[in-house]
């Protein structure tokens, strides 16, 4: 956090836009529990969970889906309706009354999911391209296959944007400190950045500029709706072939996504190394450096 640091600053106070004073530089990733209700309710026992490492100068969230059509992993929490919002509040009070600071982070899981969490419905993606191996939990802890997506309509995204929006102000709402958009690991967003599993021929897909659209038109969103940009960051995995991904201009699109994220003056970029979650080997490894020279 904060750029390039010296010797013994881990332990420092950092101010991180708009979330505020960070106790110290370490946070604690996003981590999927699996344990809100079936309606993405969030307990008591996430309050205590939360508490137990808010040590850590930041807090993110466990990834949280921002719709009924993001959801894509049994008995996640949500930030769609009042009820999910309503039952995260007191989780946020616990941290901050335990001194520490909390962002939500936003998930909508794309192909990455099952028609069986939908209704029957098919998942979403970028274009109609299945994830070519490995399997989703769905109600009940069951593994069912992954199914071939139905890309979205050119007209649908706009719907995909507002409820990134709609998802942050809830989260403001329930005190959040900020959110962190997910853009990593395979899902939608990273589906529509990444050439592998981008297809499209319209605004959203050929070019860079155009894969990274429905990126811009949420950050563009959440300003035109008044929301502090200094209090969103965004998380990007340039190396990682979780989720069946990886793709061969892969530098190029997360330089653009990191000048992108910082045109729109963010709080910060949460970048994965995803190296442990297998590397795509389609080049070096992108590095913390190399993101840090795209800001020269």
């Known amino acids: 956090m904060g750029g390039k640091q010296g010797k013994n600053t881990l332990f420092t106070p950092v101010s991180v836009g708009g979330i505020g004073d960070l106790k110290n530089r370490m946070a604690l990733a996003p981590l999927t529990r699996a344990r809100a209700t079936e309606d993405g309710v969030v307990g008591p026992h996430h309050a205590k969970y939360y508490v137990q490492r808010a040590n850590a100068g930041l807090v993110i969230s466990e990834?949280?889906?921002?719709?009924?059509?993001?959801?894509?992993?049994?008995?996640?929490?949500?930030?769609?309706?009042?009820?999910?919002?309503?039952?995260w509040k007191p989780v946020t009070k616990a941290v901050h009354d335990a001194g520490g600071k909390m962002v939500l982070q936003l998930w909508h899981t794309g192909r990455s999911s099952h028609s069986s969490l939908h209704n029957g419905k098919l998942p979403v993606s970028a274009s109609a391209?299945?994830?070519?191996?490995?399997?989703?939990?769905?109600?009940?802890?069951?593994?069912?296959?992954?199914?071939v997506p139905r890309a979205l309509e050119t007209a649908e995204v706009a719907g995909v944007v507002q409820d990134y929006v709609n998802a942050t102000k809830n989260a403001l709402k329930a005190g959040f400190d900020g959110v962190e958009v997910h853009g990593a690991n395979g899902y939608l967003l990273d589906q529509?950045?990444?050439?592998?599993?981008?297809?499209?021929?319209?605004?959203?897909?050929?070019?860079?500029?155009?894969?990274?659209?429905?990126?811009?038109?949420?950050?563009?969103?959440?300003?035109?709706?008044?929301?502090?940009?200094?209090?969103?960051?965004?998380?990007?995995?340039p190396n990682g072939v979780f989720n069946d991904m990886g793709s061969e201009d892969y530098v190029a699109i997360f330089d653009a996504a990191i000048t992108l994220a910082a045109e729109k003056k963010i709080a910060y970029v949460h970048i994965m190394d995803g190296l442990g979650f297998g590397f795509h080997k389609l080049g070096e490894p992108y590095t913390l450096e190399m993101a840090r020279e795209v800001l020269v």
């Open 63 to 87: 990834a949280t889906h921002i719709s009924e059509q993001g959801i894509g992993w049994w008995c996640a929490p949500g930030i769609y309706t009042d009820a999910q919002t309503e039952a």
């Open 129 to 147: 391209i299945k994830i070519s191996s490995g399997h989703v939990k769905v109600q009940n802890n069951e593994n069912k296959e992954y199914e």
């Open 192 to 237: 529509f950045f990444q050439s592998k599993t981008n297809k499209r021929t319209d605004k959203y897909g050929g070019s860079i500029e155009n894969r990274l659209r429905i990126l811009k038109e949420i950050f563009e969103s959440m300003e035109k709706e008044g929301i502090p940009m200094d209090k969103v960051g965004v998380r990007l995995s």
